[in-house]
């Protein structure tokens, strides 16, 4: 089964940026992969998605900031951040969409100045 390691995620200031890195353990080529987050007390959230052929979807509330790309070649998604705000801290992960692999430990995100 698929395992999955996100890494990249730190304490940024407002208007900062981070890029994210997900690990795969095996092919996702063929997946949709996502990256999704987790505020404290709130519910895990899809932020950015990709298709097998790098097409991106982003959700409203990130769109024009961040960037999701892959690399099939090395089993690799990525998430560029850009003008990050403090309302985009959250623990941060990667899988399927929809989410199908075990979930990894994530990173943690915190945007505070």
């Known amino acids: 089964q698929v395992q999955l390691v996100e890494s990249g995620g730190g304490l940024v200031q407002p208007g900062g940026s981070l890029r994210l890195s997900c690990a795969a353990s095996?092919?996702?080529?063929?997946?949709?992969m996502a990256w999704y987050r987790q505020a404290p007390g709130m519910q895990r959230e899809w932020v950015a998605r990709i298709s097998s052929s790098s097409t991106p979807i982003y959700v409203d509330s990130v769109k024009g900031r961040f960037t999701i790309s892959r690399d099939n070649a090395k089993n690799m998604v990525y998430l560029q951040m850009n003008s990050l705000k403090p309302e985009d801290t959250a623990v941060y992960y990667c899988?399927?969409?929809?989410?199908?692999?075990?979930w990894g430990r994530g990173t943690q995100v915190t945007v505070s100045s």
């Open positions: 095996g092919s996702v080529t063929f997946n949709v």
């Open positions: 899988n399927r969409f929809p989410a199908l692999f075990p």
